[in-house]
């Protein structure tokens, strides 16, 4: 089967950092880029990072909400992307997905990351 | 960025009826490769998102053939054309003409 799971969300205070991960099974993960999207609480779909595959050089984006405080990277050997989530704020509580580009046509169940003191 | 804008925000549709969802986005989604990188989803109540329709009208396999896309540019829509229950949920659209990819609000649907 092919599938991908996040885990590392929870509960943590605001200024305070979490690593996700997202590993994947059934495919070869080295061959695609791969996403981050969040979703807020009742809210809509948000991309918040890209990894490039190896072969496209490994590069790396964000969106401007969380550039400068989040760090995408991934180990092929693995077959796990993380998300750094540095200087976490309130408006960063939402459930993470990582999903496979460029279609996004495969997504883990999600992690909850819930930022409050 | 580019803005994409569903409507309606929410739809109420009878078993067996029509269902359109439609997706602007704020600049032509056409890449110079010639594709056009819209994509619709459904994400069903405590699910994750799953694609149904790549490059504005492609079905990815397994999905009924009662949902279709179409559009060009600036304009696209979602349709269904019977709907059923297993339909509900919030569909989305996405684009990935360039970066940051944007999607859509978010359309939720529910049966009567």
Redesign the interface.
């Known amino acids: 089967d092919v599938y991908l799971v996040e885990s590392g969300g929870g509960l943590i205070q605001p200024g305070r950092s979490l690593r996700l991960s997202c590993t994947a099974s059934g495919f070869t993960f080295g061959d695609y880029a791969m996403?981050w999207v969040r979703q807020a609480p009742g809210k809509?779909?948000?991309?918040v990072s890209?990894i490039r595959s190896k072969g496209y050089g490994g590069t790396t984006?964000y969106?401007?909400s969380v550039k400068g405080r989040f760090t995408i990277s991934r180990d092929d050997s693995k077959s796990i992307a993380y998300l750094q989530m540095d200087s976490l704020k309130t408006e960063d509580t939402a459930v993470y997905?990582c999903t496979r580009e460029?279609?996004?046509?495969l997504?883990?169940?999600?992690t909850l990351v819930t930022v409050s003191s | 960025d580019i803005v994409m804008t569903q409507t309606p925000l929410s739809l109420s549709v009878t078993p067996g009826q029509p269902a359109s969802i439609s997706c602007k986005s704020s600049q032509s989604l056409l890449q110079s490769d010639g594709k056009t990188y819209l994509y619709w989803y459904l994400q069903k109540p405590g699910q994750s998102p799953q694609l149904l329709i790549y490059d504005v009208s492609s079905r990815l396999s397994g999905v009924p053939d009662r949902f279709s896309g179409s559009g060009s540019g600036t304009d696209f829509t979602l349709k269904i054309s019977r709907v059923e229950a297993e339909d509900v949920g919030v569909y989305h659209c996405l684009q990935g003409r360039s970066l940051p990819w944007t999607f859509g609000q978010g359309t939720k649907m529910e049966i009567k």
Do not use: N, R, V
């Open positions: 996403s809509g779909l948000e991309w890209l984006q969106a401007a997905y460029p279609l996004f046509d997504w883990g169940q999600g």
